[in-house]
Nanobody, 126 residues
């Protein structure tokens, strides 16, 4: 069964940190661009960050630049999102997604993917 499973979400105070993981099963992420997206209540899904298949290319939303870092470990078939200096406006369900034959810019711009995870909730609140 082909799937992506996110983990690492939770409740954190403003200024805190979390690391999200996206584990793939049933397929190898080696040739896929992987993206992290989020959706807050009442808002559209938006791109947070995307990473190329080799990890050499990355893309970040302006709202998270300098605070979030995307990385991948193809040997573990896993992609990570390190989130630092979290703000209440970062509260959302975070999804990871995978797509081949695309670029990090296109994937983040069009929010389209072949595979989607079910999401993990991140709540930033005091």
């Amino acid at each position: 069964q082909l799937q992506l499973v996110e983990s690492g979400g939770g409740l954190v105070q403003p200024g805190g940190s979390l690391r999200l993981s996206c584990a793939a099963s049933g397929f190898s992420v080696d040739y896929y661009v992987i993206g992290w997206f989020r959706q807050a209540p009442g808002k559209e899904r938006e791109a947070v960050s995307c990473i190329g298949s080799s990890g050499g290319s990355t893309n970040y939303a302006d709202s998270v630049k300098g605070r979030f870092t995307i990385s991948r470990d193809n040997a573990k078939n896993t992609v990570y999102l390190q989130m630092n200096s979290l703000k209440p406006e970062d509260t959302a369900v975070y999804y990871c997604a995978a797509k081949r034959w695309t670029t990090v810019q296109a994937m983040c711009a069009y929010v389209r993917a072949t595979y989607w995870g079910k999401g993990t909730l991140v709540t930033v609140s005091s």
